[in-house]
């Protein structure tokens, strides 16, 4: 079934809303649907581009971003973050691990402290992929830059930047029970 555009309200995203400690929260949610979807989930394609899935994608900038040396990680590490984002169980995660061993990605060993333990390291490829997701996404991203002025574009780095902190390190974030 189409939904016509009248039945649709126009997007209130928080531009000409009263920005302040009181009404921060609600134009923050009114914000986070356009930005997490449209935005988030456009720029993770632009991550992943043709070949790669959304959790090869995850996972490559985890390894990228969080890894020794921006390449080397504990599978057991990996396996939380990608289970918190996507709800993934450990035999799911095996499987995009091994799929990504065998596009020669990653390189899955033994860890040097326990045999049952692996450590997830990328190959040259996976660094290269990387390489081609930054590129990639950098571009369309600079479509965006484009059409913003350098103060916005400081006062948004700020304050994702800021907001990411205190998630990630400040707060704890329980998943609320189903009701």
């Given at each position: 079934m189409k939904?016509?555009?009248?039945?649709?309200?126009?997007?209130?995203?928080?531009r000409g809303h009263p920005a302040d400690s009181d009404s921060a929260p609600l134009s923050f949610l009114k914000l986070f649907y356009p930005f997490h979807y449209a935005v988030g989930m456009t720029v993770e394609?632009?991550?992943?581009?043709?070949?790669?899935?959304?959790?090869?994608t995850v996972i490559l900038w985890i390894l990228k971003s969080k890894g020794r040396n921006g390449r080397t990680l504990p599978r057991k590490i990996i396996a939380q973050m990608v289970k918190a984002w996507y709800n993934l169980g450990n035999p799911a995660i095996s499987k995009v691990l091994r799929k990504m061993a065998q596009q020669e990605l990653i390189?899955?060993?033994?860890?040097?402290?326990s045999r049952r333990e692996k450590c997830i390291s990328l190959t040259d490829t996976g660094?290269?992929?990387i390489n081609e997701m930054i590129a990639r996404?950098?571009?369309?991203?600079?479509?965006?830059s484009d059409k913003l002025t350098d103060a916005q574009i400081l006062n948004g780095m700020d304050f994702i930047?800021?907001?990411?902190?205190?998630v990630e390190f400040e707060l704890e974030s329980p998943v609320p029970s189903r009701v």
């Open positions: 939904v016509a555009d009248s039945e649709i309200d126009a997007p209130q995203l928080g394609k632009h991550l992943a581009g043709n070949s790669l899935s959304r959790h090869q390189a899955i060993e033994e860890s040097a402290n660094a290269a992929t996404t950098e571009n369309f991203i600079t479509q965006i930047e800021r907001v990411g902190e205190i």
